[in-house]
């Protein structure tokens, strides 16, 4: 699938304000990966498939992992919000021709992040963190943060997330845990 499919994709399949999104997360994605020398086409690639789950149905969500356990694994039993992630990555593998394994795995965290992230995988996570619209307290930072230190802005936004899930007192999902415990580790 190239980038302009995957664009195409993408506005077929998400609301305006959602496509949006995507389209500056992919700018944000290309500019990290410029800074951090990973691939840029990759990073867009990415970016624009990695919500064209997001507004399914959760019954939808549910039917992809179902008819997809093995990819699925076990991510029915996890929080609802981190679902969409997983089920892209099962759409763009399965649908739509996508079989680089970096891009299907930043997709897939890109809500969750995971242990062992790779650089596709930060880039993506963080890139959907701090697109431009997103206007939370502390975005600056974090933005002026990832072009210094990839590790210290991927644990800092996972913090973030983390704080966040707790304070709105929603289920944190385990990966999330596990990858904030990970990035800690590899970063100290």
């Not at 694994?73 to 996890?78: D, P, V």
């Not at 739509?96 to 993506?124: F, N, R, Y």
Request: charged share 25%.
């Amino acid at each position: 699938m190239t980038c302009e499919q995957a664009r195409k994709l993408a506005k077929q399949r998400l609301s305006k304000k959602r496509y949006e999104h995507t389209k500056n997360v992919k700018d944000m994605a290309v500019q990290l990966a410029v800074r951090w020398g990973a691939d840029p086409e990759k990073a867009a690639l990415a970016a624009l498939l990695h919500d064209t789950a997001k507004e399914l149905p959760p019954a939808g969500l549910l039917q992809i992992f179902a008819d997809n356990a093995i990819m699925a694994k076990n991510t029915a039993a996890r929080p609802a919000p981190v679902w969409h992630g997983v089920a892209a990555a099962i759409l763009a593998r399965t649908q739509w021709g996508v079989d680089d394994a970096e891009v299907l795995s930043a997709i897939a965290c890109h809500t969750t992040g995971k242990p062992e992230m790779g650089l596709l995988d930060k880039i993506l996570y963080l890139a959907d963190l701090t697109s431009a619209e997103r206007n939370w307290p502390g975005v600056e930072e974090l933005r002026e943060l990832e072009m210094r230190d990839l590790d210290a802005a991927l644990a800092r936004g996972m913090e973030i997330c983390v704080d966040f899930v707790k304070q709105k007192g929603q289920p944190l999902d385990p990966e999330t845990l596990a990858a904030l415990d990970w990035i800690r580790h590899t970063h100290d």
